[in-house]
């Protein structure tokens, strides 16, 4: 069996509502150190017995055409030992 | 006029449309199930607001790939009118018949208000008969609908007249308070090049009778009723 974790967030040039809330909510609490936060999320993906390269080729296809939506977010695929 | 409306599990503003077509225009409504595989003959056809498959992924992701999508997506490209209401815009926008993406509101805030639009465009399936500049009322009820497109894109919607709506103050002025989620040049709703496949993030089903506080959004639907008659 082969484990995967894909990626999404949003995009440099996109704003992220949520990230600037969470950024701000920390700076009130005194984290002045913080300078950017950007919200994303990950899926946690168990496949069947594929080679690297079939799992890698699945995956960047469901994450282009379900999992992240091209307008507004980019992705990374990342194949688990 | 013979329209259909779309019901997925979780749309909640179906009844509203199906209400509006029926009731108050005296057309003929009919619900089409999310997993049929084809349309009944239909005139034009109406993707409800709400909150289909939970939204789940994102607005709309899950919805984009129901069995009856397929048929819709066939529907639009036969130059039929179909209007996409809120999260029915979203579905559209993610089943690639509209442009652009929506984000969190610009606050983070769930919106639950009246909104003051613009008619840009009067060439299109649902303002069509509307005189351009004309300021309509009708409630916003989302969480999502901060139209996102990058600039050159937008620039791009601009030319072809794709921008239908915007939201403005009463008086129809452009002004960053008036718009409420922070959409990208105020954009409120969207058409394709087609001008027969129409997308807004404000409920003119729930604006179409004087008791609602705005009847504004009936003519959203009469306009669609002219398409259909004239076609």
Known sequence: ?81 | MKVGVLVFPGSNCDHDAYHVVKHVLGGEASFVWHRETQLPDLDALIVPGGFSYGDYLRTGAIARFAPVMRAVVEFARRGAPVLGICNGFQILQEAGLLPGAMLRNQHVRFLSQDVHLRVERTDTAVTNGLAAGEVLTMPIAHGEGNFYLPEDELDRLEQNGQVVFRYVTRDGRLDPEANVNGSCRAVAGVCNEGRNVVGLMPHPERAAEAELGSADGRKLFEALARVVTAA
């Open chain 1, 1 to 81: 069996m082969k484990k995967a974790r894909v990626y999404v967030t949003l995009k440099k040039s996109v704003f992220d509502p949520q990230g600037k809330t969470i950024h701000e909510a920390l700076h009130s609490l005194g984290y002045a150190d913080v300078q950017e936060v950007r919200q994303g999320k990950f899926f946690d993906i168990q496949l069947g017995e594929l080679t690297a390269e079939r799992a890698q080729a699945l995956l960047d296809e469901v994450a282009q055409r379900v999992l992240s939506n091209p307008v507004i977010e980019s992705y990374r695929v990342e194949l688990l030992p």
